[in-house]
């Protein structure tokens, strides 16, 4: 019986999380990039020489503009920025899959769980187009996906190793 209202505390809390998550994703894509610019704190934070050092001499395009070790702090930011998105949306995923555990196939609870995700990821880019001075591309929604996919991947991989030591211990 315990078990059952423990589940049923689980079923009300998990879309709660979910769609207050989905808030916190939407209201970083509101603001407009000027307002999430951090390079004005890596200059004070990182000294010119130090910035110039650590970031690698290379380049490349990611959407309309290219990414470049020429311009340490753009650089910097370009990762920090591209990191967030894997953490948001790798948060995001695991919501999904824990939503969907009553499914009782993990690769079909796992494909549903990318699927909420993209369509998220897909809203997102479509509002970011339309708020001033962000701009919206598929290649993030890419790199959402692909934070969805490493979550969900640690978090199978935590409770398998955590689930088989309850196992042993409950065997003694």
């Not at 390079?39 to 309309?64: D, G």
């Not at 919501?95 to 699927?115: H, V």
């Not at 991947?153 to 196992?167: K, N, Q, S, T, V």
């Amino acid at each position: 019986m315990k078990r059952r209202n423990a589940w049923s505390w689980r079923l009300l809390l998990l879309p709660l999380l979910l769609v207050g998550w989905l808030f916190v994703i939407f209201g970083f894509s509101s603001q407009p990039y000027q307002k999430q610019d951090i390079k004005p704190k890596l200059q004070r934070w990182i000294p010119q020489e130090t910035a110039e050092r650590i970031v690698p001499n290379i380049s490349f395009k990611y959407h309309h503009g290219t990414v470049s070790g020429a311009n340490p702090y753009g650089f910097i930011e370009f990762f920090v920025r591209k990191g967030a998105h894997l953490f948001e949306y790798g948060v995001l995923g695991v919501l999904c899959f824990l939503l969907l555990f009553p499914i009782p196939k993990t690769g079909w609870r796992f494909l549903g769980a990318l699927a909420l995700t993209a369509a998220a990821a897909l809203t997102d880019e479509w509002y970011q187009s339309r708020v001033s001075n962000r701009t919206s591309t598929l290649l993030d929604v890419g790199v959402d996906l692909t934070g969805a996919i490493l979550a969900i991947c640690l978090f199978l991989l935590a409770y398998r190793l955590l689930w088989g030591r309850i196992g042993k211990k409950s065997n003694r």
